[in-house]
């Protein structure tokens, strides 16, 4: 399966809002609202912020929130801080396999 | 507390075999899946294979069928990748991490592997 297409680079100013994009097929993105979003700075692990297409995991800011729309599903970063920049990454269930596909990366810098 | 520790910093020469290790602990170990995930330096996340530890069950992503082997010990709660014959492309940062249903929402700290003659 093909990676989910993210735009490699997305910027904004503190307080600012952003939104990063996953599109992905009707196999993977469209069929499930099972896509994940990760944040990793450089030199760490990945870090969960979104699952199941909206959800938060505990200990993770308001500020991050998911959604769909057909084969596109986003992440949105309210009131941006200078701690947000960093890589983010989604990923989504592939039909019924269990296996997953990651999106190509976008990098957000806080201007 | 849920933590996956993985095996150190692996340097190998090309043609050479591995086995790097992620070992799980405070949780059940079989009743979760094990994804690894590789990422090349300076380049994205790429999804692997996953394996049940309870019964072995491992899938393959299709890029990494036969290119490496997923295995568990759960008598010893680890999971491993392993290369026969190890590629300069091999190089990168391997991460292991605990699947929830669709999610992993806890990660090893990666074990980097580099390759060179």
């Known amino acids: 399966q093909s990676a989910l297409t993210q735009p490699a680079s997305v910027s904004g100013s503190p307080g600012q809002s952003i939104t990063i994009s996953c599109t992905g097929t009707?196999?993977?993105?469209?069929?499930?609202?099972?896509v994940s979003w990760y944040q990793q700075h450089p030199g760490k692990a990945p870090k969960l912020m979104i699952y199941?297409?909206?959800k938060r995991p505990s200990g993770v800011s308001n500020r991050f929130s998911g959604s769909k729309s057909g084969n596109t599903a986003s992440l949105t970063i309210s009131g941006l801080q200078a701690e947000d920049e960093a890589d983010y990454y989604c990923?989504?269930?592939?039909?019924?396999?269990?296996?997953?596909?990651f999106g190509t990366g976008t990098k957000v810098t806080v201007l | 507390e849920v933590q996956l520790v993985q095996s150190g910093a692996e340097v190998k020469k090309p043609g050479e075999s591995l086995k790097i290790s992620c070992k799980g602990s405070?949780?059940?170990?079989?009743?979760?899946?094990i994804v690894w995930v590789r990422q090349m330096p300076g380049k994205g996340l790429e999804w692997m294979g996953i394996?049940?530890?309870?019964?072995?069950?491992?899938r393959y992503s299709p890029s990494f069928q036969g290119q490496v082997t997923i295995s568990a010990d759960k008598s010893i709660s680890t999971a491993y990748l392993q290369w026969s014959s190890l590629k300069a492309s091999d190089t990168a940062m391997y991460y292991c991490?605990?699947?929830?249903?669709?999610?992993?929402?806890?990660w090893g700290q990666g074990t980097l592997v580099t390759v060179s003659s």
């Open positions: 991490a605990r699947l929830y249903g669709s999610y992993s929402n806890y």
């Open positions: 405070g949780y059940t170990f079989t009743t979760y899946w």
């Open positions: 394996i049940y530890p309870g019964d072995s069950d491992t």
């Open positions: 009707s196999s993977d993105v469209g069929t499930y609202n099972l």
């Open positions: 199941e297409g909206s």
């Open positions: 990923c989504s269930s592939v039909g019924s396999s269990t296996l997953g596909v």
